[in-house]
């Protein structure tokens, strides 16, 4: 096939029924910074060096891979003016310590005085307090043109009913799931959406809960532990933030056995990691040999 022909990275997912589950990333907490203007595929980089300095995308990265903190650039939906402050937000997204607070800054040089491992580590009391949930879409087309072709019609869609609480943002990992969305500080990650699949999450997230369509997973965590957190509330149909929680996972090569607390029982879940045995080209992302997860086993344990 040419390279003409071949279809972008989500839409080979689809085509090879690829689904999201147990893909979320390892983001713990957030730093979101606005940036009005074009967005090139280095925008972040551009940005965080400007504001931070030399070398700043390199310890940003070390500080995603460390303690879970990501940088990410966002925007308004829609053609918007520079304003006269950009709009800067911090947060934390682990359960029990949620926050997520509108920094205080003048211009993007206020940043390099922020204590970043302490937002990485600590619960607040950087700046003014939010009452999120902020919903933030992957938009970025010159990162890859799935974001941008399947990222913002959700944005669109979502900003006419919450307006305030709509962002795009760069990449925060998994295309090939576009469109993507990512609660804060709430910490859940979906793919894979449309406009009309992506007003229930939005509407889930305004209750403290979490949607179960489309569910990519809990941020910051295992895959397997994503993976038995979803089956478990599948089955008992709880979908408050944290009434399903999993425990360590102990994993032996591609399986994985978990305990998974579900309000007051304990589930134990065991989990294997296999490839589909199917394969694809992309124009995106060249060979794709995707994976799935199975649950092979999920009964009760012990009573909490």
Same mark, same amino acid.
């Given at each position: 096939?040419? =390279? ?16 999201? $589950?147990? @893909? ?7 730093? %979101?910074?606005?940036? @009005? ?6 925008? +972040?980089?551009? %940005? ?13 990265? *070390? ?6 903190? +990501? ?13 006269? #402050? ?7 997204? #682990? ?12 211009? &993007?040089? /206020? ?11 600590? @619960? ?37 009913? &919450? ?26 990650? &979906? ?7 992506? *007003?229930?999450?939005?509407? =889930? ?9 489309? %569910? ?5 965590? /295992? ?9 478990? +509330?599948?089955? $008992? ?5 944290? *009434?399903?929680? =999993? ?9 994985? @056995?978990?305990?998974? !607390? ?9 989990? +294997?990691? !296999? ?7 992309? %124009? ?21």
């Amino acid at each position: 096939m040419s =390279a003409t022909k071949l279809p972008h990275c989500a839409a080979l997912a689809r085509q090879l029924g690829e689904r999201p $589950t147990g @893909t979320a990333s390892r983001i713990k907490s957030v730093l %979101l910074i606005e940036h @009005t203007g074009p967005w090139p595929v280095d925008v +972040r980089e551009r %940005l965080l060096t400007d504001a931070f300095g030399p070398g700043a995308p390199e310890r940003m990265d *070390e500080l995603h891979v460390e303690l879970g903190l +990501r940088s990410l650039v966002i925007r308004k939906p829609g053609r918007n003016a520079a304003p006269s #402050r950009p709009t800067v937000f911090a947060g934390g997204c #682990r359960p029990g310590r949620r926050w997520l607070e509108r920094l205080d800054i003048n211009d &993007y040089s /206020d940043l390099a005085a922020l204590d970043l491992p302490a937002i990485a580590e600590g @619960t607040g009391g950087f700046g003014e307090p939010v009452d999120g949930p902020l919903l933030l879409v992957c938009v970025h087309g010159r990162k890859d043109a799935c974001c941008a072709m399947l990222g913002r019609p959700v944005a669109d869609a979502l900003a006419v009913q &919450y307006p305030e609480r709509t962002w795009q943002c760069t990449h925060f990992g998994g295309d090939r799931w576009a469109g993507n969305l990512l609660v804060a500080p709430h910490g859940f990650m &979906y793919g894979q959406l449309d406009p009309s699949s992506a *007003e229930p999450v939005a509407r =889930a997230a305004l209750r403290g809960e979490v949607a179960l369509d489309n %569910l990519r997973g809990r941020v910051g965590t /295992d895959p397997f532990a994503q993976v038995a957190e979803i089956a478990v +509330r599948e089955r $008992t149909g709880l979908l408050g933030l944290d *009434e399903v929680m =999993a425990g360590p996972v102990h994993a032996d090569g591609n399986q994985a @056995t978990i305990e998974v !607390r579900a309000g007051d029982t304990v589930f134990q879940v065991v989990v +294997r990691r !296999r490839p589909m045995g199917v394969h694809g080209h992309s %124009l995106c992302s060249g060979e794709a040999h995707p994976h799935r997860f199975d649950v092979l086993d999920l009964r009760t344990a012990v009573p909490a």
